[in-house]
C-alpha cells in the first residue's frame, strides 16, 4: 500500500459544478495535510493546508479531513475552466514529519 | 522577485556526462529540499537540508551529490549522467520541516 494514494484521473467536471479530489494515507500519526496546484509545464503551488484540528475553507476552496478513515478531500465550488491542472496531496509523516507526495489528480473543467 | 529560483531552466546533455543544477531562494527559509518529478508525474524526494545539514537522504544513487553552501543555496551535481536521469528536477524551500514548500520552476533534464 502507497503511502499517500489518489486517483490518477482525468476527473472530469463541469464548468460551474463542485469537483471533489480525495487523497488517502496510511500513516495515523500525520497530523498535516497540503493540496497543491499543479499546472502543465509549471511547479506545483499551494493551494491549501490543514492540520489535524479541522477542516478549512478559502474562498472556493475547501479542505476536509476524516482522520478516522485517513482521507483529505479538496472541494472546488463553482469550478472553472482554470482550475482544470492536476492537484498533489502532500501528508507529514508522523514519526520524522517528512512530506509524503500522492501522485496526483488531474481534474478537467469542461466548458 | 522570484522567491525560489533555479539555474538552468533546461538541460540538454549526453549520457556520462556530469552536470550541476543551482537552486537559491530569497525566502529567508532554513531548510531546502530537491525532488525529481518523472514522466508520470510523481513528486519524489531526493535531499533535505536543513540549516546547510543533510536531513533527509533517500534512496538515491550515489552519482547523485548535493550541497549546500550556505542557508539560501542548494545545488545538485550529478556525475556520469544516465537516461533514466530524464526528470523535471525542483527545488523547494520552507520554515522548518513543518513548514509550508515553496518550489522553484524546475530543470528540465534531457540525457540523450
Known amino acids: 500500500q502507497k503511502e499517500v494514494e489518489q486517483n490518477s484521473g482525468p476527473l472530469s467536471v463541469p464548468e460551474g459544478a463542485i469537483a471533489s479530489l480525495n487523497c488517502t494515507y496510511s500513516d495515523r500519526g500525520s497530523q498535516s495535510f497540503f493540496w497543491y496546484r499543479q499546472y502543465s509545464g509549471k511547479s506545483p503551488e499551494l493551494i491549501m493546508f490543514i492540520y489535524s484540528n479541522g477542516d478549512k475553507e478559502d474562498g472556493r476552496f475547501t479542505a476536509q479531513l476524516n482522520k478516522a478513515s485517513q482521507y483529505v478531500s479538496l472541494l472546488i465550488r463553482d469550478s472553472q475552466p482554470s482550475d482544470s491542472a492536476t492537484y498533489l496531496c502532500a501528508v507529514n509523516r508522523g514519526s520524522n514529519y517528512q512530506l509524503i507526495w500522492g501522485a496526483g489528480t488531474k481534474l478537467i473543467i469542461k466548458p | 522577485d522570484t522567491a525560489v529560483s533555479q539555474t538552468p531552466k533546461y538541460l540538454v546533455t549526453q549520457m556520462g556526462n556530469d552536470k550541476s543544477i543551482k537552486c537559491e531562494q530569497n525566502l529567508g527559509h532554513d531548510t531546502m529540499y530537491w525532488y525529481k518529478q518523472d514522466s508520470k508525474k510523481f513528486l519524489k524526494i531526493m535531499f533535505s537540508?536543513?540549516?546547510?545539514?543533510?536531513?533527509i537522504n533517500e534512496t538515491v544513487p550515489n552519482r547523485f551529490s548535493p550541497k549546500s553552501p550556505d542557508k539560501a543555496h542548494l545545488n545538485l551535481h550529478i556525475n556520469s549522467l544516465e537516461l533514466g536521469d530524464s526528470a523535471v528536477y525542483f527545488c523547494?524551500?520552507?520554515?522548518?520541516?513543518?513548514?509550508?514548500?515553496?518550489f522553484g520552476p524546475g530543470t528540465r533534464l534531457l540525457v540523450l
Open positions: 523547494a524551500s520552507s520554515q522548518g520541516e513543518l513548514g509550508t514548500q515553496y
Open positions: 537540508y536543513n540549516n546547510k545539514e543533510l536531513i
